[in-house]
């Protein structure tokens, strides 16, 4: 859910995305990407343009419906975007994890473009932020803040997402599901998995269910 809650907020609340708009996406590894994308198609209407390192992640994205460019080359990046949306730039983009690709996608931001800090990237330092233009805005989102800063958005944000839910407008992707018995497997497995969710099933306390195929 707060994977969800942040997608939502960044798009929704801080960058109001358009219908159709293209907008870049660092996908490589982490869970908010997927929840981001599957947003983007199915509430918003956009055209998430999904960064990815491997042919397995680029799978993941491409069946969620975003478009996806492996290759992050700074010369091979702008004319990808070209053919994807008709110009070199775009207004936002969602970091998600920082590393060594940034100072280069960063430039396929147009003027005024926003960063949205997402997941682990809200939690470490950007050097680079430092020597970039000064004609961007760079933001975080945080599920946690909400629920002590702002608790009405907060509720709100998530009867939404329950609401887009029960309307299979999105998908959450499972990759594990666990009885309760199985608790101490399902960390591991979550934390050598950076796929998708993993739940723990109360009932069937020794259910082992992996939706994952390796």
Do not use: W
Request: aromatic letters at 8%; proline letters at 4%; hydrophobic letters at 40%.
């Amino acid at each position: 859910m707060d994977d969800y809650f942040s997608a939502l907020l960044a798009m929704g609340r801080r960058a109001r995305i358009q219908r159709n708009e293209c907008f870049l996406i660092n996908a490589k590894h982490s869970r908010s990407a997927l929840a981001v994308i599957d947003l983007a198609i199915g509430v918003f209407g956009a055209k998430p343009i999904a960064l990815c390192k491997d042919s397995r992640r680029a799978k993941l994205c491409a069946d969620l419906g975003a478009e996806v460019l492996c290759d992050r080359n700074e010369e091979c990046l702008p004319n990808k975007l070209r053919e994807l949306t008709g110009k070199e730039e775009v207004r936002l983009m969602i970091e998600t994890e920082d590393g060594p690709y940034f100072r280069s996608v960063v430039k396929s931001l147009e003027h005024d473009g926003l960063i949205a800090l997402l997941d682990d990237a809200r939690n470490k330092r950007h050097p680079d932020f430092y020597l970039m233009s000064p004609n961007y805005t760079v933001f975080a989102v945080a599920a946690e803040h909400y629920k002590v800063a702002d608790p009405l958005i907060y509720r709100e944000t998530m009867q939404h997402l329950l609401d887009y839910h029960s309307e299979c407008a999105i998908r959450p992707r499972i990759s594990a599901i666990f009885g309760l018995h199985r608790i101490n497997d399902a960390f591991d497995y979550y934390t050598t998995v950076p796929s998708g969710n993993v739940l723990i099933d109360m009932k069937d306390l020794d259910r082992l269910t992996v939706c994952d195929k390796f």
